[in-house]
């Protein structure tokens, strides 16, 4: 008998037939006598419609009302599948973040929980009650305000849910059914990994890859929770109930490094296409001057990733390249107008036409060699690094996009990672 | 400077557009220096969609998921028009039910108000604040859960938080600009009456006139809240803001019967369309026959309104004529069906082509001779009257709908209540 909080997504839950689906999910935990909590998003569509007339009204709108607003959807589909619980005889009720409730800080539309009373919930559990909750918000205690988590929060409130309950698996139900070596639309070898660290889940994740949220990953680190990576759109009956001993049997675990046994030195080879690259050329080489650049950059909120500087010949210049979100360019360009003379540059030029290619594996650390099988393969297919950056776990580079597939495909194939068949 | 409580159903905030329109009817108000709480409906369709929903799941469904899901409705309007207002310079906040809180008894969907805490809302009107309510909904203690009203119950949350806030009037915006002394649409004659009691208005309301809802008008009869009937689609601009000495301006006042200075002895001519006539020809005349008939009729929660008894000439046995709503019909003869035996009955008829035409008038306590005119005025016309039953300030009589538009305009110029001039 286990606990296990099982979450589902906006597609999951976008019409009555698929909440209904759901709830067949449910039943079959149910059924093997686990307890069970679930987190919902809003219906696939609910959010957009409120987040539209909202902004019909006015674009810079006041948060707390814009949060409880929004935070409606999730109300909806919570109740809707308690409902379609019913029906199937399983006692449930739904539960709203303030009624649980779920604390959270007071940073309207993008509030991190602070803590979650699990005892009421619990109390429901042990009576074998399933516990509905909604996702992506909570109450914020100053004002006694709905608050939301921003945009697919639903996996943070799953964890946080977890953590507080004590679950020993947290099920996030995707249209996927796993996490891959690499996006399988590409490779098609690419293989479903049995388990995942966290680490590697976290670069995954900020390199574009969609799957989990990255707060419900760094939640789950910390408190040393169970996350499972499973599809929604398999039978309901067709798959296992959750048994602790047997997790591996479906979906991909993304748990501590020392839980997988056969670790490989690389586990995934991940690309992120909203790359845009930005290059200041001939800036004077003198102490500050990066300060001058990328100062600005930071004050209007904007990432950067990549830096790469190139001293020229006579050493009094230098050129600057680095990358920022592809959606984020015109306002970096603004930005760099605005201190160019400052930093006395000489011409700025600009490309969203690159992408970014990382290859991930905490196997990394006690392996030697990895970035040289990289550039190696790489070059030999004659694909230009523009830019290099690495992490204790990652190797990432940038290259011109017209390469991502050649790339990526070469790379898998590199450090051994295709199924013996394609699947 | 007053303390106003303005009410905009479902339609007056159908959309964006209608939104931004009541946010100016409510500016106008703050502008005048009054303190104002706004009670909203759900935007028309929202309900039903919701509704909707939860029949598709379950035709038998939990109340307190039911109740969960349709709130929502008006969360949404809500956090809606305090962003309108605030577009427009306005200080406002959103309240749901639970927040204030609005205390509720446990029947979920169609909980009464016990109490509500009005504490916080008048600490933020007396700073200037707007305060925009959820209708229809408050939280029950039991289980703090989120329990509704019932359909059209926004009308009731108004009322009762004008009561709490001892508001000086309690302004309902709707799509007509008052209450008529009857329906324009058959009379256009019809007169706008500039006030009109408690006591007539619950007739007015119980006969089929969806003006206000009956228990919106019960809870200001009990606390002497001033309701006033008021046009939403009238420019904001084109109307005066509130002024407690001059409230007569603009729309129907629904007071006391002894703020009514000039009294009519019938102040209008209801009718109501959705009434089922049944008899029961030749049921045995003795005692305990009646009991027999209504009370099934009364456990199947069938509500029956008129009853005539006729004996036939040699008295052994009784024609009994009742009537219902028209939409319960169908169940009121089959509950007949089952006890038709037992009552020793030869037959039932049915028709639902009849029609109650009322007249209403708290003068006539005073005054006699106010039937004799209905039935004289009738039988000039030729218009049989197939039932009669009366109360303290209302004569109804039931007569065949063909002739529904002829009585009622008879009646109205009977009564000396037409117009100088048409409307």
Redesign the interface.
């Known amino acids: 008998m286990a606990v296990v909080v099982m979450k589902f997504g906006g597609t999951s839950v976008a019409n009555?037939e698929r909440?209904?689906n759901v709830a067949r999910h449910v039943k079959r935990e149910v059924d093997a006598g686990n307890s069970v909590a679930v987190v919902v998003s809003a219906m696939a569509g609910t959010t957009n419609q409120?987040v539209e007339?909202?902004r019909?009204?006015?674009p810079l709108?006041?948060a707390?009302?814009?949060d409880?607003?929004v935070?409606?959807?999730e109300?909806?589909s919570?109740?809707?599948l308690?409902?379609?619980l019913?029906?199937l005889g399983i006692s449930a009720?739904?539960w709203?973040g303030?009624?649980i409730p779920i604390i959270t800080c007071d940073t309207h539309g993008a509030a991190r929980i602070n803590r979650i009373d699990p005892e009421k919930l619990k109390k429901r559990l042990s009576r074998g009650e399933v516990a509905v909750v909604t996702g992506f918000q909570g109450i914020e205690q100053s004002h006694?305000?709905i608050a939301t988590l921003g945009r697919g929060g639903s996996d943070t409130s799953a964890a946080a849910v977890a953590v507080a309950l004590g679950a020993d698996v947290c099920d996030i139900y995707t249209d996927v059914d796993g996490v891959y070596t690499t996006d399988p639309r590409i490779v098609p070898t690419a293989r479903r990994l049995a388990r995942i660290s966290y680490e590697e889940m976290l670069e995954m994740a900020s390199l574009g890859s969609k799957v989990l949220q990255t707060r419900s990953v760094e939640l789950a680190m910390v408190h040393g929770l169970r996350l499972r990576v499973l599809s929604s759109l398999t039978e309901p009956e067709n798959m296992p109930a959750v048994d602790v001993d047997r997790l591996d049997e479906y979906g991909t675990i993304v748990c501590s490094e020392d839980e997988i046994v056969e670790q490989q030195v690389v586990s995934g080879i991940a690309y992120a296409k909203n790359e845009a690259k930005v290059t200041i050329l001939k800036v004077e080489d003198k102490p500050g001057v990066s300060a001058r650049i990328f100062g600005p950059l930071a004050d209007a909120s904007i990432n950067v990733d990549m830096i790469v500087q190139n001293v020229t010949p006579d050493g009094k210049f230098t050129d600057m390249t680095f990358t920022v979100d592809s959606t984020e360019l015109p306002r970096a360009l603004e930005v760099l107008r605005r201190v160019s003379e400052d930093i006395g540059c000489h011409e700025i030029i600009s490309s969203d036409n690159v992408v970014k290619i990382s290859v991930i594996g905490v196997g990394m650390r006690s392996h030697a060699g990895v970035a040289a099988i990289m550039f190696d393969t790489l070059a030999k297919k004659g694909i230009n690094i523009i830019a290099i950056s690495t992490s204790e776990i990652k190797i990432s580079v940038l290259i011109d996009s017209d390469y991502a597939e050649l790339a990526v495909r070469s790379l898998h194939e590199a450090y051994g990672l295709d199924a013996e068949e394609a699947s």
């Open positions: 009555i909440i209904k409120l007339w909202v019909e009204i006015s709108h006041d707390r009302e814009y409880a607003i935070a409606s959807g109300q909806i919570a109740g809707l308690a409902l379609a019913h029906k009720r739904s709203q303030w009624q006694q305000r």
